[in-house]
């Protein structure tokens, strides 16, 4: 990807993409995935303050639908099925512990399993976070919206960085991560999409 240079005479449109409130499994290191756990009541975390949305997208996912109410109240999100976390097939629930002495799971995070038992792989996942997340953009861009958020998971907010940031800010997938509630502030313009798909000027909010 070549480094995007900003246009003067786009404007530039803000994309918020934060990673939902903290659920049970979250805070006990479990592959949540497929598995729709609320968020937890009361939150552990400060709710950090965001500034005012003209659109949400969300991961169908209840933990992502409340998120989306806690923090854009009074912003009807749109829900993006190909926004929700990766399904970790067999690993789903479980935490590292009840898992390292699986040969199968041992091959997967070294990289030999292309993806969990009965799970998706690292490839479709990324595949489809990111199409979903550039037909939104594409939305944006035709509806001339100033700042969208999306509401989403982890790993769906590392696939969309490592994949659309542009080549100056480009980083691996795990360098992308975000604590719940937290998340990435980025840039784009119609001229930097159509031209580059890129993202740019990416800030870390909400910690």
Same mark, same amino acid.
């Not at 592959?31 to 005012?52: F, H």
């Not at 997208?57 to 999100?77: V, W």
């Given at each position: 990807?070549?480094?995007?240079?900003?246009?003067?005479?786009?404007?530039?449109?803000?994309?918020?993409?934060?990673?939902?409130?903290?659920?049970?499994?979250?805070?006990?290191?479990?592959?949540?995935?497929?598995?729709?756990?609320?968020?937890?009541?009361?939150?552990?975390?400060?709710?950090?303050?965001?500034?005012?949305?003209?659109?949400?997208?969300?991961?169908?996912?209840?933990?992502?639908?409340?998120? =989306?109410?806690?923090?854009? &109240? *009074?912003?009807?999100?749109? !829900? #993006? +099925?190909?926004?929700?976390?990766?399904?970790?097939?067999?690993?789903?629930?479980?935490?590292?512990?009840?898992?390292?002495?699986?040969?199968?799971?041992?091959?997967?995070?070294?990289?030999?399993?292309?993806?969990?038992?009965?799970?998706?792989?690292?490839?479709?996942?990324?595949?489809?976070?990111?199409?979903?997340?550039?037909?939104?953009?594409?939305?944006?861009?035709?509806?001339?919206?100033?700042?969208? =958020?999306?509401?989403?998971? &982890? *790993?769906?907010?590392?696939? !969309? #960085? +490592?994949?659309?940031?542009?080549?100056?800010?480009?980083?691996?997938?795990?360098?992308?991560?975000?604590?719940?509630?937290?998340?990435?502030?980025?840039?784009?313009?119609?001229?930097?999409?159509?031209?580059?798909?890129?993202?740019?000027?990416?800030?870390?909010?909400?910690?």
């Amino acid at each position: 990807m070549r480094e995007f240079r900003q246009s003067s005479r786009m404007p530039d449109m803000e994309l918020l993409l934060i990673r939902h409130a903290p659920t049970p499994g979250n805070l006990e290191k479990r592959y949540i995935g497929r598995t729709d756990e609320p968020i937890m009541q009361p939150l552990p975390v400060p709710i950090p303050s965001y500034p005012q949305v003209e659109r949400v997208y969300i991961s169908p996912m209840l933990r992502c639908r409340q998120t =989306a109410q806690l923090l854009f &109240g *009074g912003c009807k999100p749109l !829900i #993006l +099925e190909d926004l929700r976390e990766c399904d970790f097939g067999a690993f789903e629930g479980k935490k590292y512990a009840q898992l390292c002495g699986d040969s199968r799971y041992r091959a997967w995070i070294a990289g030999e399993l292309d993806a969990p038992p009965g799970g998706e792989s690292a490839a479709a996942f990324r595949s489809r976070c990111c199409a979903a997340f550039g037909h939104a953009v594409r939305l944006c861009i035709r509806d001339k919206i100033a700042r969208a =958020a999306f509401v989403a998971h &982890g *790993g769906t907010l590392m696939a !969309i #960085l +490592e994949r659309y940031a542009n080549a100056r800010e480009a980083q691996s997938f795990y360098a992308w991560q975000a604590a719940p509630l937290c998340g990435w502030a980025a840039k784009t313009t119609p001229d930097a999409w159509i031209r580059e798909q890129a993202l740019f000027d990416i800030q870390s909010i909400g910690g």
